[in-house]
């Protein structure tokens, strides 16, 4: 596979697609070019999924959940397989950080970060085999009869996970290993901008010996997509993305009565409480924001500040945003690298025109760096002086863009981080963890952090309102792959699990 010099890692099989336990040519000549955020150049090139392979991977994961022995393990026999897939995983560890900046323009540090959580992520799962409470005994009420009563969780069936190029990697993970851990059988829809992690986990359960057919992985643009997600014999369709496409697939699976978990947008607000110091709050921020160049669904981009600290807040921002070291995500001096595309770069181009033409005053940024003369970077930019109400405090930018919002006491801060479709992520910026826990309870949001953007994926994360439906790791995460079952015996077996 032909890639950017300097590279000296290759996929096995790049032109090929893995369906039904091997490596498949795909039913036609066309392929993907993976572009280089950098360098503006193709990095490599892969194969893509038509409507027809997309239906060959379907076929192959029924089968698979239909007559294989997959469904029919025990957990403890499958969660054997997510280990070794973990194990896999950790040793594809170097690789997987040395592609991702070179899809997504992700620096490498942080691709490397990402790519180590991959194990422990399947782990975390695999350990819900000896904890989770796959079968629960119960006595029947006056209605029920029998002498007992088993509330069996099953799986729920056949699969289509959906990722988007932001994370693809630990995206796919939060949604296979549960999955697969329940005894569903999985068709894993890359997204084609970024389908190395894809290829990648692909080799690792080849190697890990999954049966064939469980775990089917396929790159494919929106036609074939839409046709996975409309394919009658998929039970559950987990899709992270847009609102827009979120709302498409929802509608479908509805018009089916397929089950669904969404996790979309968000416009995530921090509350920067008057005892905090201002400084330490505009370094945390901008050290989130620099991650993947602000293309994170849950960044904090909506900064609510007392309106007598905004001006001092705002000068913090500045000191500590606006200084970024933007350039190659493989130097080890650089803080922020290129978002995704031309399309991507251009969008966020358009929001910082909007953001001006509104009355929103530019603090830094709101271009392209003039030390850069390719690739497809944008200035770390802060906007102050933002009206709650206009369309780059309420719109999802997915970019290296802030804005300050000035409030007049907290019940209005509370009120204003309140004020969005969205409600994805929120933080509490203050010394007191009562008042912190307080204030929590009253946002909005599927998850709020102290005095940090925080998620964490072993307890669960997922959205409300318009930011998504169910929620991903964690227990809850197991969960949405999963069909509670009520069997009703005249007495008790004399094993059951």
Known sequence: MAMTPAVDISLRHPDRLYIGGRWAKPSGDAMFDVITPATEEVGFRVAEASEADVAAAVTAARSAFDQGPWPRMTQAERADCLRRIADGLDRRTDDLASLAPRESGVIRALAHQSASMLGPVFRSFADMADTFPFVERH????????????????????????VPWNGPAVIGAYKTGPALLAGCTVVLKMPPEAPSAGYVLAEVAEEAGLPAGVLNIVTADRDASAALVRDPRVDKVS??????????????????????????????????????????????????????????????????????????????????????RVGDPLDPATEMGPVISARQRDRIEGYLAKGR?????????????????RGFYIEPTVFADVDNQSVIAQEEIFGPVLTVIAADGEDEAIAKANDTVYGLNASVYTDDVERAYAIARRLRSGTVGHNGPRTDGTIGFGGVKQSGIGREGGTEGLRAYLEPKTVLLDAAPRKFG
Request: hydrophobic share 40%; aromatic share 4%; proline share 3%.
């Open 239 to 324: 899709f992270t993305g847009s609102n827009a496409t979120g709302i498409g697939i929802a509608t479908v699976c509805a018009s089916r009565l397929a089950r669904v978990t969404l996790e979309l947008g968000g416009k995530s607000a921090a509350l920067i409480l008057d005892d905090y110091d201002l400084e330490k709050a505009a370094r945390t921020v901008a050290a989130s924001t620099r991650h993947l160049s602000g293309q994170v669904c849950y960044a904090t981009t909506r900064l609510i500040v007392d309106r007598h600290r905004h001006d001092a807040f705002v000068d913090a921002l500045v000191g500590a945003f606006g200084s970024t």
């Open 357 to 373: 033409a509104d009355g929103a005053r530019l603090a830094t940024g709101g271009g392209r760096p003039a030390h850069l003369d």
């Open 139 to 162: 006595v029947p009420g006056p209605t029920g009869g029998g002498g007992t009563g088993l509330l069996v969780q099953e799986p729920v069936g056949v699969v289509a996970a959906i």
